[in-house]
């Protein structure tokens, strides 16, 4: 064999045109097959931790913070999978008439074959034809607890609810309040029944339901007068629940599931009382203030005056 060629044999003779040929890459059984040194260096796929407690949002089981992707793997609509033109949501079944095809602003009036094609516009539906409005009159003036900036400014007598016995249309928006605290608006009851035989660990609807009853009878969080709220205990292992009866006799139980906390239970009372005090306003009745003081202000007058009697009568025994 000339000293050139392959060598199967290389521990007999490797001379220096054999070296030349492999180029320099001794064969060798111990080294690594990995490929590289990091295999799994991927920032989007760690290990699997779950989202924190007290927190509202899952962001995925990222490792590192994602400067100019927020998202890593994401669905269509989701994360940044809107932002870049091509998307395996349109890639597919596409229709071959979509393309040049005309938006909304030919559908009423447009021209196909040289022919002109009219279509009616559409009409107010929820207006009766003929019928004569009522303006309501606005101004920036008017104080916010009035009803009058959350009404519509043109008033039909078809949009109001003879059948609640209003007199007005009730109103189409509502403020958007963070509510913070329980205020007795517009209410006559709270209920809350609670089986103590249900129990559970960590955050449970039974824990958010006994926090809002904690809420509504706490003197910094809640201005309802306690002998308003009443808390049943249940035999039977039910599920929890706030029951609000307005003054208007209806009654409200707001949704109650295992995302649910005493927050959201205060926040969508206060809303329904709002709507409930709109109600009532609209039939003509006077609103309840929306808190209650039961600070006994006469009481402390009295006192005033007789600390005052005391003061003056020692003054004139000097």
């Given at each position: 064999?000339?000293?050139?060629?392959?060598?199967?044999?290389?521990?007999?003779?490797?001379?220096?045109?054999?070296?030349?040929?492999?180029?320099?890459?001794?064969?060798?059984?111990?080294?690594?097959?990995?490929?590289?040194?990091?295999?799994?260096?991927?920032?989007?796929?760690?290990?699997?931790?779950?989202?924190?407690?007290?927190?509202?949002?899952?962001?995925?089981?990222?490792?590192?913070?994602?400067?100019?992707?927020?998202?890593?793997?994401?669905?269509?609509?989701?994360?940044?999978?809107?932002?870049?033109?091509?998307?395996?949501?349109?890639?597919?079944?596409?229709?071959?008439?979509?393309?040049?095809?005309?938006?909304?602003?030919?559908?009423?009036?447009?021209?196909?074959?040289?022919?002109?094609?009219?279509?009616?516009?559409?009409?107010?539906?929820?207006?009766?034809?003929?019928?004569?409005?009522?303006?309501?009159?606005?101004?920036?003036?008017?104080?916010?607890?009035?009803?009058?900036?959350?009404?519509?400014?043109?008033?039909?007598?078809?949009?109001?609810?003879?059948?609640?016995?209003?007199?007005?249309?009730?109103?189409?928006?509502?403020?958007?309040?963070?509510?913070?605290?329980?205020?007795?608006?517009?209410?006559?009851?709270?209920?809350?029944?609670?089986?103590?035989?249900?129990?559970?660990?960590?955050?449970?609807?039974?824990?958010?339901?006994?926090?809002?009853y904690r809420t509504c009878?706490?003197?910094r969080t809640s201005l309802?007068?306690?002998?308003?709220?009443?808390?049943?205990?249940?035999?039977?292992?039910?599920?929890?629940?706030?029951?609000?009866?307005?003054?208007?006799?209806?009654?409200?139980?707001?949704?109650?599931?295992?995302?649910?906390?005493?927050?959201?239970?205060?926040?969508?009372?206060m809303e329904q009382s709002?709507?409930?005090?709109?109600?009532?306003?609209?039939?003509?009745?006077?609103?309840?203030?929306?808190?209650?003081?039961?600070?006994?202000?006469?009481?402390?007058?009295?006192?005033?005056?007789?600390?005052?009697?005391?003061?003056?009568?020692?003054?004139?025994?000097?």
């Amino acid at each position: 064999m000339a000293s050139g060629d392959l060598n199967p044999n290389p521990l007999t003779n490797a001379d220096a045109g054999w070296m030349r040929r492999i180029q320099n890459a001794a064969p060798s059984g111990a080294l690594s097959r990995r490929t590289k040194l990091q295999p799994t260096r991927n920032n989007w796929a760690g290990p699997l931790i779950y989202a924190l407690p007290h927190y509202i949002l899952w962001r995925g089981n990222l490792n590192t913070y994602r400067y100019r992707a927020s998202y890593g793997v994401s669905r269509y609509g989701e994360g940044d999978s809107m932002k870049s033109e091509y998307h395996q949501y349109f890639s597919h079944a596409k229709d071959p008439l979509d393309v040049n095809k005309p938006g909304k602003e030919f559908e009423f009036l447009h021209v196909g074959r040289g022919k002109l094609h009219m279509k009616p516009l559409p009409q107010v539906q929820y207006v009766v034809p003929g019928a004569a409005p009522k303006w309501h009159f606005k101004s920036w003036h008017d104080p916010l607890e009035s009803m009058d900036p959350w009404l519509r400014e043109v008033h039909y007598d078809n949009h109001v609810p003879t059948h609640l016995g209003a007199k007005r249309p009730l109103a189409v928006i509502a403020p958007s309040t963070v509510h913070r605290t329980v205020q007795f608006m517009n209410m006559q009851h709270m209920t809350f029944t609670v089986s103590p035989f249900l129990f559970g660990f960590g955050h449970t609807m039974q824990k958010a339901v006994m926090d809002f009853y904690r809420t509504c009878v706490s003197g910094r969080t809640s201005l309802v007068p306690k002998e308003k709220i009443t808390l049943f205990y249940a035999i039977d292992a039910v599920t929890p629940k706030v029951e609000v009866k307005f003054n208007d006799g209806t009654t409200y139980r707001p949704p109650i599931t295992d995302r649910t906390t005493s927050f959201d239970l205060l926040q969508m009372v206060m809303e329904q009382s709002w709507l409930a005090g709109d109600r009532a306003n609209a039939m003509g009745k006077a609103l309840t203030p929306p808190s209650i003081d039961e600070y006994r202000w006469h009481q402390v007058v009295s006192y005033m005056k007789k600390k005052e009697k005391k003061e003056t009568g020692k003054d004139a025994k000097k």
